[in-house]
């Protein structure tokens, strides 16, 4: 005798029980007549309410007979029961692959390409109805679990469950390899994938392989160049959420963690635990290799990829790899162009903050780290430090093919070239190559070209608003800058300085290969190309090539005859302000003119 069923008119589901059919018409007609008292939360159910308070009350009913571990639904406790069995009773039709009951739903989606959950709000379509229930809380804003330690609140209970295990310090799975630890199984199997280079995700449009799900999600945001995340306050977009939360705190200011010591506050928690130690100054954790000492594993871990060169950060889009992930997410600003840092005077924009700080005293003059031999002054502390080595005569960095010492090792690096003919940088519009990526940079400038800041008095373009506002006095003979020994004045603080050399005899540029030294960078820069007899720019006229581009600049001039410096005298036209300058000096009792 065939057995009865109840058929949904909706979506043809079957049920057993005439009653069964009614509680679940009730999800189509979206009434939800029961509501939890703690949280307000609404269910179209009593069972399903039911089972919701056990989150409030935390109570736990269903208990593992293997290993007692305890569940607040009984379906929870045979899910978890297949941990130990390693059951798989369902397999796909399509690829035969094996799941629990769950699993092969889900799965069998990628197959169908089948979303049939949409959201109300923006329309998005989702494979699975939780996703689209999590989904949801980024419209309402609803966080209904909350932590019973310190009252943060939480739009899902996973994410409770993560938080609250930083109070219990809970970290039960190391790896074997480094010995890391972590909270979850899948956190490990993630990290483990470093040391195997396991890469398990393709991407369908370009085929790279990734280590991981979200950097693989990450990646294809490349492709389709989706923003689904806008600030409220300005409208910017941006593709991940994380970069949008910490854009936020540009607007807010808000510092909500504070040190009970001093006072000090901060907008990370994180940044709250790394400045609490140095009131403690403790230091537990120490390398193996040279003894040095440091107040956090994190530390350490970095440090010891200085002995071992290990380098487990690496970028999707140009597989560039790192190591530290800080120098990563720094480095994907290339990428995405994220600039959200902008300078209230010039309205500059920069991708860090300490960018901006450090450009911020070119407008306030300050220099706070001075030299204590010298008293020198510096704006930056890499500026001191690499100034410090000039009395030290320190070298530190030295060739492994002909033993030259180095005080930086960036200059370490230049210098290398000059031993291999290796030019690992190409342009990607002409494929020309380069031995440097500073000679790339140059000549990438001679394709774009682009200048969108122009003069209101003569139409001059330039690429940088900073470079228009100095050529603005060009036009109105603003000089204020004047040198303390012998009163010349310029209209940039720049030549100023350069100025002021020939006074002091500096010459803080020297090169690295010939030890021959100049006092500014121009002369420095040009003199360097002679050893590298790069020449990135060329005329699009006769086809020379150029150091510079202020050489090719010059060049030009002779294809159009054009002569901008006139002599105020006798108003004679020159191409170029030496030659002005040289012919000044045959008026007699007149000073040339000065930048």
């Not at 977009?237 to 001093?262: A, D, I, M, Q, W």
Request: proline share 3%; glycine share 2%.
């Amino acid at each position: 005798m065939n057995k009865k069923f109840f058929t949904c008119d909706f979506c043809s589901k079957k049920f057993p029980k005439k009653s069964g059919l009614n509680r679940h018409l009730l999800i189509h007609a979206s009434e939800k007549p029961y509501s939890c008292d703690v949280c307000d939360a609404e269910f179209a159910e009593t069972y399903s309410l039911t089972l919701h308070l056990r989150v409030h009350t935390n109570e736990k009913p269903y208990s593992c007979d293997v290993c007692n571990m305890r569940f607040s639904h009984k379906s929870s406790s045979n899910r978890h029961l297949r941990v130990h069995t390693n059951e798989k009773p369902y397999s796909c039709d399509i690829c035969n692959k094996q799941f629990k009951k769950d699993g092969l739903r889900k799965h069998f989606q990628i197959h169908t390409n089948e979303k049939p959950y949409s959201c109300d709000i923006c329309n998005k379509k989702f494979s699975h109805r939780n996703i689209l229930k999590k989904h949801l809380h980024t419209h309402t804003n609803k966080k209904p679990y909350s932590c019973d330690t310190c009252g943060k609140e939480f739009s899902q209970k996973r994410y409770l469950n993560l938080h609250s295990r930083i109070h219990s310090n809970e970290k039960l799975l190391s790896c074997d390899i480094c010995n890391k630890q972590f909270c979850k199984k899948d956190g490990l199997m993630k990290h483990f994938r470093i040391h195997t280079k396991e890469k398990p995700y393709s991407c369908d449009v370009c085929y790279k392989n990734f280590s991981q799900k979200c950097v693989l999600d990450r990646h294809f945001l490349t492709h389709t160049h989706e923003k689904p995340y806008s600030c409220d306050i300005c409208n910017k977009k941006f593709s991940r959420k994380g970069n949008l939360n910490e854009h936020l705190y540009t607007h807010t200011n808000e510092r909500p963690f504070s040190c009970e010591v001093c006072g000090i506050s901060y907008s990370h928690r994180k940044n709250l635990k790394r400045h609490y130690q140095t009131h403690t100054h403790e230091k537990p954790h120490s390398c193996d290799i040279c003894t040095k000492q440091f107040s956090r594993q994190s530390e350490l871990n970095r440090h010891y990829r200085t002995h071992t060169n290990e380098k487990p950060y690496f970028c999707d889009i140009c597989n560039k790899y790192f190591s530290q992930k800080c120098h990563l997410n720094r480095h994907y600003l290339i990428h995405t162009h994220e600039k959200p840092y902008s300078c209230d005077v010039c309205m500059a924009q920069f991708s860090q903050k300490n960018k901006l700080t450090i450009h911020f005293r070119r407008h306030t003059n300050e220099k706070p780290y001075s030299c204590d031999i010298c008293s020198n002054q510096f704006s930056q502390k890499d500026e001191l430090n690499i100034h410090f080595l000039r009395h030290t005569n320190e070298k530190p960095f030295s060739c492994d093919v002909c033993s030259k010492l180095f005080a930086r090792k960036c200059h370490l690096n230049t210098h290398l070239w000059t031993h291999r003919s290796e030019k690992p940088y190409s342009c990607y519009m002409c494929s020309k190559q380069f031995s440097q990526r500073g000679a790339l940079n140059r000549h990438f400038c001679t394709h774009i070209d682009e200048k969108n800041y122009s003069c209101d008095l003569c139409s001059k373009k330039f690429a940088h608003k900073g470079h228009l506002n100095d050529h603005y006095r060009t036009h109105t003979n603003t000089k204020p800058f004047s040198c303390d020994v012998c009163g010349r004045k310029f209209a940039l603080k720049s030549n100023l300085n350069v100025h002021f050399r020939t006074h002091t005899g500096e010459k803080p540029y020297s090169c690295d290969v010939c030890n021959k030294q100049f006092s500014h960078t121009f002369s420095f820069n040009r003199h360097l190309q002679s050893h590298t007899n790069e020449r990135p720019f060329s005329c699009d006229i006769c086809n020379k090539h150029f150091f510079l581009k202020w050489d090719l600049k010059k060049h030009f001039l002779t294809h159009t005859n054009e002569k901008p410096y006139s002599c105020e005298v006798c108003n004679k036209h020159f191409s170029r302000k030496d030659a002005l300058n040289k012919h000044f000096g045959t008026h007699s009792n007149q000073e040339p003119y000065s930048s």
